[in-house]
Structures are given as C-alpha cells and as structure tokens.
C-alpha cells in the first residue's frame, strides 16, 4: 500500500506542477505554434486574451483541483500512518542539528 | 512631470496617506498584543486562515512594481511583458505544491529552517546570505519607490520623502510582527484592488469603451482602435528562447523567495494553506489583469490623445489625475503606497526570520525563545533602516536588479530547497559549491558587475534572463551529479546524508514513523533532469 501512496504522491506533483506551468505560461504555446495565433474572443486577439484568463481562472481552477486531490490525498496518508506502530526514535528532536 | 499631471491639492493627498497610515497602525498595535512567541512573531502562532492568507499572499507578492514599473514596462514592451508578468501567479501554487506544505509540516519559519535541517550549519549560513542580499535588494526597490510616490503626492524633496516613508513604514511593521503583517497585507490588497480597478471604469468610460463595467477583462471594443494606432501592440516579438527562459528565470526564483513561503508557514494547517492558495490565485488574478488594462489605456492614451507620458512609471497616476477628480487620483496613491507596504512587510519579516531565527539558531542555538524574538525585533528594525539609508542615493544596479535578483535566488537557493525536500542523494557539499560557483558565475555574467562579460544582450541580460538560463540549470545539474560521486567517496563521507538527514525527508512528507530508504532516492530521473538542464544550458550559452 505504501508503495501506492509513493506513487501516487510522485505522479500528483508532476502533474500539478506541468500544469501551472502550462497555465502560466500558455503564451509560449503561441510563439511555439503561430498558426494559433488567428481568431479574436470578446473583441482581443486570442494570443492576448486565452493567456491572461489562464493566468487568473485557468491557475485558480488548477489551484482548486490541487487543493482538493492533495486534501484528499493527505487523509490517505494519514489513514496508512494510523495503520503504523507508534513511533518510538523518529521524534523531532532526534533529528535536530 | 507636466504640472497637468500633478495632484492639484496636496491636502487631499495627505489626507490619504495619513487615513491609511493611522489604520496600519492600529492593525500593527492590536496585533502586536497577540504576540507572545516567536511562533507568533514569525508566524502568527500558525493560525491564519484561508482567505485572510490567501489576500496577504497576494498583497505580499503584488509589489509597488504591480501600480508602476510592470506599467512601465508595458507602454514601453507592450503585450510581451504582459505575458511575463502573467507567470508570477503560479510561483505561490507552486512553491506550495513542491515544498511549502511539507515545510509546514515540520512548522517552519523560513525555508532556511528547513536547510538548516536538512544540510546543516555551514549550507545554511551560505543559503541565508545569498536570501538576506536578496531581501534587502528587494527591500530597497520598494522603499526607493515608496519615495517616489510620497514625493509625488506632496511635492517634497525625495530624500525628505523617504525619510518619512521609510520610518513610517518600519514602524508599523516592527510593531505588529507577522500577525500585523498578514492583517495589514489582507487590508492592504482590498485597497489596492480597489484603487486599481475602480478608477479605470471611469477611465474607460471616458475613453468610450462599453466595457468600462468591467475593466479588467471587458475593453476588446478598444481593440480596433488600438490596432490602428499601435499595429504591432498585440505582437509576440520574441522568439521561443525569450519565453522559455522566463521559466528558470523568473518562474524558479519565486518559488524560493522566504517571504512568500512564510506565507504558507503561517497557515492554520497544511489543508488551510492549500485553501489559501486558490484565494490567492483569484485575488491576485484580478489585480494583475488591473494592471495589463492600466498598461492598454496607457499606450492608448499616448496613441489617441498625441500626449506623451514622460515618466512611463507615473502611467497611473498621471491617467487618473487627467481623467478623475483629484480625491479619486489620491487613493490611486494611496494603493500604490499600500502596495509598497505590504511587500516590504514582507520583506523585512523574511529578514527578521533569517536573522533572528535561522542565523541565532546557528550561533546561539541555546538563546531563550524571548531573546530570539528581540533580536528578530532589530533584525527587522535594522533591515528597515538598512533599505532606507540605501535609498537616499540609490545604487542604480540594485534598484533595476529586483527582477534580476530572482535569477540569483534561482541560482543559488531554489535547487537547495527542491533537491533537498525530494531528493535524499541531496549532499551538503554539493551544495555549497554549486549555490557559490553558479551564483558568482550568474553575477559575473550579468552586465551589472562586469559588462564586458555577459551572456545576452540588452533587456535579457539586463533583466538577468539570459543569464539565469546558463546558471540556473547548471546549478541544478551540478548539485545532482556532484552529489551522486559525493556520496560514493569515502573521503566525504562526513558530507553525505545521514539517516537523519534523511528522515527529515520522510517525515515533512507526511510519513510519520514510516521510514523506507529506497523513498526519494533514486538517481535516475535525478540524472535524466540533469541531461536536460545540460541542454538548456548549452542552448542558454548560444548569442542572442
């Protein structure tokens, strides 16, 4: 099962982390492809526009998602802990400098 | 400036300023009696809650560049500065995902708590002097623009200006710790939206756009005319490199600044701080989009009107002054100045947190919770002072640096923090050369220090993008194959991670009692992101 949560844990923050940096820097995709660069949304090139509401609501939604997939996550963790023995010489001050 | 665009009466200015002032310091003095620790010092006792952390993250980070250098910079570079500016807003989702709720785990006041557990005393020593330099450099750009604005409002001499802004703002600062500083920042970004989106309905309007309703998003009518005056305004100008350096550039450099991931600390749970992140996202998401409308009107305006904005970092200003009545034109000030305020809040308790707890930590690791704490009071004092006596006679290289200070901390820190939350193999010698070789090489490569030699040229090198290309994937590739041979020498063996060091690892992830060593360990994907910082490097070190 630990090796689950590992796995899982690992593939969340890839995922998330490409995708705040394709959300934050989407306008690299029109330089990459310029045959996007046509067409207009709510009267702005869409080059202009599509990168600024990925920059607000695009990272929020992505935000959010994270939010709810690691909370979650987080309590799968914490259940498996629960599962474990009590901890016996992995405190806190054993592992201070 | 034309005196057309002065504020007509500076009565109403000071009105202002003094209005705003007189309630940071009440939030700083009702503050200041909540705080009894050094837990609540640097980190509101760990007890704020999402939407009030999720303002302050975004007041933290939208600094008085957001009211006039980013506006500068759009009326001078247009649309393309407005996609760099769009990537800041994932710095704090970011740094949250990758390390801030872990750091938060193991209650930490700055990242540099973290290296100190993670690397020991000498890495951290070397990891909290490249962050204060930075803090303060940081710090600086604020204060010399919090005088320009008071000089602005009241007409005074700049030094008079920051004379005053300067002691004004360390007050209230040192007063009320991090619980004044977070209150305050909350405060301070409903203001700032407020003075940045509001007046521009006006504005708008009287530009005859429909959209005026809604500034942030609603002037695509504008668009036609825009086209007709300044053809190239929507271009993308720059070739692929230029966006993809903004990635270890600026994107990176954020992600390790403390005091942003002090935000994070102060949350009242890893869950809250998470919740935080998404407030902040909109929050600041609406004030960035005020800013690139700013920047539209303002090329407008010089294209329509035939008037020239002189002083492009006064834009705001100078459309508020033409088209609102002064009172509105003032509170436009005032969120600017609250604006500067909030970041050097930020600014100065990152420094306190370093100084006072990571540095003491080291030399005086036994200092009684109480003392640490006053030391942090002088840090913070002396910081604030630091900023303001280097304002008075600006070095021109700090204070364009800000942005070029992100590629040093880039350099320098950022790798030190990921590689050593997701990375046991993570060695503290590795660490040290890499963080001090690729940070001198960054700086002697910038044009600022020694501008014969540069990689890049004008505004990439300038702003230190070409340069954070070479250094920062060097530094990221050097730690992880210096620590890979470390780690198999016997004659380092002092250096390599111990099974301490490396519970550490476990245990902020979530893994309580539950060590595994094959956990975070490998070295191939570590080798794989080497290969390819290589290749970035190699093509960061190509003319352009």
Known sequence: MKEKIYKKEIRITIIFTVLLLLTGH??????????????TLWGFPIQYIIPILLGWFGIAAVCLAMTLVCNKFDDEMAEYVKTLAPETDTSTENTQK | MPAEYALNNVWIGLGMVIILFAIFYAVGYFSSRKTASDEDFYAAGFSIGPVTNGLGMAATWASLATFLGVIALILRLQVPFVYLWIQWAISIPLLTLLYGTSLRRMKAFTPASFIRQRYGKPSTIVIVCWMILIMIMYALGQMVGLGQAFELLFGVPYNIAIIVAGLATVGFITIGGMYGATYNAAFQMVVMTIAMIVPMGAIMKAMGSSGWWFPPLAYGDMVPDMIKNIPTFFDMKYDFRWYFALIPAFTLGPVALPHLAMKVFTSSSVKSARWAVVWFALFLGLLFSGTYVVGFAGNYFTATTGRIIEKADQTILILNVFYNPTLVAAFVMGGAIAAGLSTIGGNLMAIAGLVGSDLLGIIAPNMESAKKMKWGYAALGLGGLAAVLMAFNPPRFLVTSILWAFGLLATTATPAILLGVWWKEANKLALIISSMVCGIIFIVISPHV??????????????????????????????????????????????APTLADKKVIDRIHGWGPDYDESRYNGIKWPLIISAVCVAVFIWGLQPW
């Open chain 1, 26 to 39: 989407s306008a690299s995709i029109f330089v990459l492809f310029p045959g996007l660069q046509q067409g």
């Open chain 2, 450 to 495: 020694l501008p014969s030699i540069c990689v890049g040229s004008g505004l990439v090198a300038a702003l230190g993008m070409s340069g954070g290309m070479v250094t920062i994937p060097l530094s990221f590739a050097m730690f992880i194959i210096l620590s890979i041979a470390f780690n198999r020498m016997p004659a380092l063996k002092a250096y």
